[in-house]
């Protein structure tokens, strides 16, 4: 089955001259659930923003459902990729939850009235419902998490692109996510730390270092090589 | 914070709130525009103007002491920025202490001034008590004013919370620490305050505008509430201009 997303010799230098990320090759199959994991710095968040036309490589390639991604085609990728990011307080911006969760479906050009029902029924299914004409910063941790994955899903797009989405969440929080994402079937993309999240999400794992992709591997043999997770500052779960 | 403070009144169901925003703004700012084109000593017509919004102001059901408690803010400073007045026209002397004298002059014009300031201020406060910013915000667009100065704004406001809880974290951090012993001490500390919220606000737009740019912005932000101009807000409308015509030019004829 060909890639819906391929990367071929990926390489983004940040306006400063640091480098992101370098010489990064891997493809995902449709409906596939891959967990990005490495250490502070590695390169997670930067690879990420390149699945959804945020940055655009200084070299190589990224292709999006046989889409190149580039300044022409961002937003047509952005149709496809659904992001959301690791601080549900950027990605919460309007005056209220249901604004911000219909923000996706108006901008796709949704009249009001249908990106309103969209947008009800998401925040229903996620459990939010009453939350709909709060504030962001009136919700909880999770709360705000849920809404935040609910700006996303609410554009129903093939893939799901998380940026650490269990970061600063209590117990409770973290499962009720973990649950909600194992439970969906686009195509996957989990930046984490939390290697319980990564297999419990994501039979899959790319293993970046220094901005490189330095492992491709089933999540489960990941945690079964402490060598390798030494290697790349990554520890297997305490217990 | 709370976010909804400012709200509250926009959520009563009046025949104010069911007006169209871009409706009760223009209407707001004729009575504004109309208490500024008042000659000094027009005082019926003062009068007249206000009776007009306390009548807005009790159809939209806000209560006296609330609407007197958000007028009292911005009309102390117009009295304090205005009391000079009083002392510095020329007329005869009514009252003095010392080398200040109060003349009939500056008596009048200060008068004019808080007169003409509170229906124009009362009628800012009706306006803000009413609608919500996000309605104020879709009447500003209507009314062209360009889409950036809008989408500033209504960023800004939802931010502005985010920003306020960040300052707290960083000064919570910093008494932590015991920072800020003494007068230069507290300066120091609250320098540092400024400046680190204002790189952390930087890099949180950079990232917002990112999370907006995946969800498909493509420069204006699109609203889910518009309410449409009816017939019921044209006439309003039409009718406080109308009034308020008459008002300021029985005091010119």
Known sequence: MAALIEVRGLAYRYPDGAQGVRDVDFGVRAGERVA???PNGSGKSTLLLHLNGLLLPTDGEVRVADLPVSEETAPAVRRKVGFVFQEPDDQLFLPTVLEDVAFGPLNAGLSAPEAEARARVELRELGLEGQAERAAHHLSGGERRLASLATVLVSEP??????EPTAALDARARRLVVDLLRDRTETLVVATHDLEVALALCPRALVLDGGRLVADLATADLLRDPDLLERHGLSAPLA | MSFRHLDHWA???SLVTRLAPPARLLAMVAVALGAALLPMGAWPQMAALLVLVLAFAATARIP???FAARLAGPLFLVLLASCAVLVLAPGEPLWALGPIRVTDTGL???GSVVGRATPALGAAVVLVSTLRFPELLEALRKLRLPSAVTTALGLSY???????DEIERLRRAARSRNAGHGAAGRRRTAMG???ASLVRSYARSER???AMLARGYSGALPQLHAQPMDVRSVVVLLAVSAIVLLVVSSAWL
């Open chain 2, 11 to 13: 959520e009563v169901p």
């Open chain 1, 36 to 38: 990005v994991l490495g």
């Open chain 2, 64 to 66: 006296a002491p609330a």
């Open chain 2, 193 to 195: 305050i400024a400046a």
């Open chain 2, 108 to 110: 009048v014009r200060f």
């Open chain 2, 158 to 164: 939802r931010l502005l919370y985010t920003l306020a």
């Open chain 1, 158 to 163: 093939e893939i799901l692109v998380l940026d």
């Open chain 2, 208 to 210: 917002v505008h990112r």
